[in-house]
């Protein structure tokens, strides 16, 4: 089973199958009742029993990521191949992003897309690199339709995605049959075709008796790269960017003393600030950056000339740092770090650090790592792109919906009044003896202590009560 997943994937159904009668030799073999919740047998603090549904997440999904953001051949085969099943779909949304892509040829049956279904029990997947050409998708207005399948059929053939593609310069009205047919190498005086008249039906007003409004064009002046999402914070570093646009030369001190970020290292906050720093400066400009973090300084010096990185998944914060050596390679930085020496009253660097511990009370400028300077194939979570490794996340993420599975469940409710006074991980090591998890499979003594223990918290002897 262990070699055969690598190469095929297995519907939920299956793998439902399989656990349920893992999980009942595992009741008899640890003399459980038959009626005890799936969620204590796959819960990773009591008898962590592996699901092949989760198993099967956790390897296809970390190896397709890496195949998609390899720079040798088998990214390129990758993406050969996701590109025929995204031109079977002939849609315009990404397939990754699709909530239920359906596709009608042989590239159903293959591999790649049933991973690509796996996706969908994630939270969010980000891909760079979506062009949006038109506008308005045929798809949108034309699947209303019965007989859509087969409209997807002759539009693909034509080429036809957009509704932009079939309408004047200026997107005011649907182009003629007749103006279309010849650039479809279709005869002008032919049936006209079913899909193009309920298009039209659904998408003209005849004879308006009303002026339509001119557009208004807006030309951006913003000059912030496009790592960052709006905000007053954003609008108060736009205004340095712009006093910067006309220096050659810039001298920044970064700290990143922080607190309460949900991280007790403060190298991400150290790399957040020199990206921050960089972000304001213009094109072919240099730069001296001082800091007191070896981390961020020694790193930089390794990574700067081995772009792009050969594995990105194994670099601690690595979207951060793919979007910070691809944006100073583009706009031709040179910059030249220097290491603050620690305690030697620096009066910039006191400055700095001065501001970094006030955080909490600064405004709040928010990173968007899925921008044109981050090239990677990248799972996130809230719109928060995740930065540690993905077999580590997705097996977290399948223990979190384990977790909720046992919260849920009636034994618990017993406890939902008390359960925020209850320590736990003190719990967990009673229960287990204080010994790892692995070790009750190869000692008589102690899976029998533990299912003793399990049945003492489930309340599942054969007390009187519960047998009335």
Same mark, same amino acid.
């Given at each position: 089973?262990?070699?055969?997943?690598?190469?095929?994937?297995?519907?939920?159904?299956?793998?439902?199958?399989?656990?349920?009668?893992?999980?009942?030799?595992?009741?008899?073999?640890?003399?459980?009742?038959? +009626?005890?919740?799936?969620?204590?047998?796959?819960?990773?603090?009591?008898?962590?029993?592996?699901?092949?549904?989760?198993?099967?997440?956790?390897?296809?999904?970390?190896?397709?990521?890496?195949?998609?953001?390899?720079?040798?051949?088998?990214?390129?085969?990758?993406?050969?191949?996701?590109?025929?099943?995204?031109?079977?779909?002939?849609?315009?949304?990404?397939?990754?992003?699709?909530?239920?892509? +359906?596709?009608?040829?042989?590239?159903?049956?293959?591999?790649?897309?049933?991973?690509?279904?796996?996706?969908?029990?994630?939270?969010?997947?980000?891909?760079?690199?979506?062009?949006?050409?038109?506008?308005?998708?045929?798809?949108?207005?034309?699947?209303?339709?019965?007989?859509?399948? +087969?409209?997807?059929?002759?539009?693909?053939?034509?080429?036809?995605?957009?509704?932009?593609?079939?309408?004047?310069?200026?997107?005011?009205?649907?182009?003629?049959?007749?103006?279309?047919?010849?650039?479809?190498?279709?005869?002008?005086?032919?049936?006209?075709?079913?899909?193009?008249?309920?298009?039209?039906?659904?998408?003209?007003?005849?004879?308006?008796?009303?002026?339509?409004?001119?557009?208004?064009?807006?030309?951006?002046?913003? !000059?912030?790269?496009?790592?960052?999402?709006?905000? +007053?914070?954003?609008?108060?570093?736009?205004?340095?960017?712009?006093?910067?646009?006309?220096?050659?030369?810039?001298?920044?001190?970064?700290?990143?003393?922080?607190?309460?970020?949900?991280?007790? !290292?403060?190298?991400?906050?150290?790399?957040?600030?020199?990206?921050?720093?960089?972000?304001? @400066?213009?094109?072919?400009?240099?730069?001296?950056?001082?800091?007191?973090?070896?981390?961020?300084?020694?790193?930089?010096?390794?990574?700067?000339?081995?772009?792009?990185?050969?594995?990105?998944?194994?670099?601690?914060?690595?979207?951060?740092?793919?979007?910070?050596?691809?944006?100073?390679?583009?706009?031709?930085?040179?910059?030249?770090?220097?290491?603050?020496?620690?305690?030697?009253?620096?009066?910039?660097?006191?400055?700095?650090? !001065?501001?970094?511990?006030?955080?909490?009370?600064?405004?709040?400028?928010?990173?968007?790592?899925?921008?044109?300077?981050?090239?990677?194939?990248?799972?996130?979570?809230?719109?928060?792109?995740?930065?540690?490794?993905?077999?580590?996340?997705?097996?977290?993420?399948?223990? @979190?919906?384990?977790?909720?599975?046992?919260?849920?469940?009636?034994?618990?409710?017993?406890?939902?009044?008390?359960?925020?006074?209850?320590?736990?991980?003190?719990?967990?090591?009673?229960?287990?003896?204080?010994?790892?998890?692995?070790?009750?499979?190869?000692?008589?003594?102690?899976?029998?202590?533990?299912?003793?223990?399990?049945?003492?918290?489930?309340?599942?002897?054969?007390?009187?009560?519960?047998?009335?």
């Amino acid at each position: 089973m262990e070699y055969h997943i690598q190469n095929i994937v297995i519907n939920r159904s299956a793998c439902n199958k399989i656990l349920s009668h893992h999980i009942g030799l595992v009741n008899h073999k640890a003399k459980l009742s038959c +009626t005890i919740p799936t969620s204590i047998l796959l819960h990773p603090q009591l008898y962590n029993i592996k699901n092949i549904w989760d198993i099967q997440l956790q390897y296809h999904i970390s190896n397709f990521i890496k195949r998609l953001n390899d720079n040798n051949l088998l990214g390129t085969t990758t993406h050969i191949r996701i590109q025929q099943i995204q031109n079977n779909l002939w849609l315009s949304t990404n397939i990754f992003l699709h909530p239920n892509p +359906t596709i009608d040829g042989p590239n159903r049956y293959t591999t790649n897309f049933k991973i690509i279904q796996l996706f969908k029990h994630l939270d969010n997947f980000n891909i760079p690199f979506t062009i949006k050409e038109g506008s308005i998708s045929l798809e949108s207005i034309l699947s209303s339709h019965s007989k859509y399948p +087969t409209f997807k059929k002759q539009i693909r053939h034509h080429h036809l995605l957009f509704l932009d593609q079939l309408t004047s310069f200026d997107n005011s009205c649907l182009l003629d049959w007749k103006h279309i047919s010849p650039r479809l190498n279709k005869i002008t005086k032919g049936k006209i075709p079913l899909w193009f008249t309920f298009l039209e039906d659904q998408t003209t007003t005849r004879n308006p008796t009303s002026i339509p409004i001119l557009p208004n064009l807006l030309i951006s002046t913003v !000059q912030i790269p496009s790592f960052f999402n709006s905000s +007053t914070a954003l609008d108060t570093l736009q205004s340095i960017c712009n006093y910067n646009s006309y220096l050659t030369e810039l001298t920044f001190y970064t700290d990143g003393s922080v607190i309460d970020l949900g991280n007790s !290292q403060c190298s991400m906050a150290e790399l957040v600030a020199v990206l921050l720093a960089i972000s304001t @400066a213009s094109r072919n400009c240099s730069l001296q950056i001082f800091t007191d973090s070896q981390f961020v300084i020694s790193k930089y010096n390794s990574l700067i000339y081995t772009m792009p990185l050969s594995k990105p998944f194994n670099i601690p914060y690595w979207p951060i740092w793919n979007t910070l050596l691809n944006f100073i390679r583009s706009y031709n930085l040179n910059i030249t770090f220097y290491k603050v020496i620690a305690h030697q009253d620096d009066e910039f660097n006191n400055k700095a650090n !001065q501001l970094a511990h006030c955080h909490q009370i600064a405004l709040h400028l928010l990173s968007d790592l899925q921008n044109n300077y981050n090239h990677n194939f990248t799972l996130s979570i809230d719109n928060f792109s995740i930065e540690l490794p993905i077999c580590h996340c997705v097996r977290t993420i399948c223990h @979190a919906h384990i977790l909720a599975f046992w919260f849920s469940q009636n034994h618990f409710q017993q406890w939902l009044q008390i359960s925020q006074y209850i320590y736990w991980n003190a719990t967990w090591l009673y229960i287990n003896n204080n010994q790892k998890i692995s070790n009750f499979s190869h000692s008589f003594h102690s899976s029998t202590l533990k299912s003793f223990r399990i049945k003492i918290l489930l309340d599942d002897f054969p007390a009187p009560h519960i047998l009335h």
